[in-house]
């Protein structure tokens, strides 16, 4: 870029060599399966910028601030695709799937590996404005109220984020009790951050290792799409595309992995 005809191109880009940070990459990267978009991560990557300057160590002039974090989101927001294929990949079929449950009005159900049931059905809001007197003066104001409609667009934005999260949370109640029939029952849980007493901090990391591997043993995301398969009426269950192809990673070299769990 640096070798751009453009010459704004090239001076922001210059701008950030050496200046991409950890901090500054890590949220657009993490949220980008919640349904962060370009935008969001640009006002990510501000919010990061005006902390550094708020904490005396400034990375970009505060007068560049605002054109520089969307120029470098214009970067990240792709190169998050090229690196990370298979969790793009599968966040696409994820809201394709879900666009097509809404198409029949349905919301998205399914059954987590631990019984847990779970139904998503984002409604379409319809908005009233409602006039009220107040102290002698005419107020008039504006209320949101879900319709029985399903808002594909909500369905698709929100199936991802939340079938993340419902596997998060199915680890985190299987290692829950299996950490009980161990003996183990003083524990801290804040989704998907687990503690313990220092005496009991091996046995813990041995288990948080294999109730993962017990649950992603099974073909979770197979499972999710059977599930969905036998609400949908017989013309609309053709349309449910075949997951993606998975890797060749062996789950169960997780049970020996130095870092998993912090």
């Known amino acids: 870029l640096t070798n751009s005809d453009d010459k704004e191109e090239a001076e922001m880009a210059q701008?950030?060599?050496?200046n991409v940070t950890r901090s500054i990459a890590k949220?657009?990267?993490?949220?980008?399966c919640y349904g962060a978009t370009q935008r969001g991560m640009s006002g990510?990557?501000?919010?990061?910028?005006?902390?550094?300057?708020a904490d005396g160590?400034?990375?970009?002039?505060?007068?560049q601030v605002r054109p520089a974090s969307k120029w470098l989101a214009k970067i990240i927001y792709p190169a998050i695709?090229?690196?990370?294929v298979s969790a793009v990949?599968?966040?696409s079929w994820l809201q394709k799937t879900a666009r097509i449950v809404a198409k029949n009005g349905l919301p998205v159900y399914w059954m987590t590996p631990v019984g847990f049931p779970v139904l998503q059905g984002y409604k379409k809001s319809d908005t009233k404005r409602i006039g009220s007197v107040i102290a002698g003066s005419m107020v008039r104001l504006r209320v949101n109220a879900d319709t029985e409609t399903i808002d594909s667009r909500r369905q698709a934005a929100g199936i991802s984020p939340n079938f993340v999260h419902s596997l998060d949370a199915s680890h985190l109640m299987l290692t829950v009790n299996t950490l009980a029939d161990a003996g183990i029952t003083s524990v801290a849980m804040i989704h998907d951050s687990y503690g313990c007493h220092a005496c009991d901090v091996d046995t813990m990391n041995y288990l948080i290792r294999k109730t993962f591997v017990d649950i992603y043993s099974q073909d979770v995301l197979e499972d999710f799409r059977q599930q969905l398969i036998t609400q949908l009426p017989a013309e609309l269950r053709e349309e449910i595309e075949p997951i993606p192809q998975k890797g060749?990673?062996?789950?169960?070299?997780i049970i020996d992995s130095e870092f998993f769990f912090a």
């Open 15 to 18: 701008l950030w060599v050496n």
């Open 27 to 32: 949220r657009p990267v993490m949220t980008l």
């Open 44 to 53: 990510q990557i501000e919010d990061q910028l005006k902390k550094a300057i």
């Open 57 to 63: 160590h400034p990375i970009i002039k505060a007068e």
């Open 81 to 84: 695709g090229r690196v990370t």
């Open 89 to 91: 990949e599968i966040m």
């Open 248 to 253: 060749e990673l062996d789950i169960n070299k």
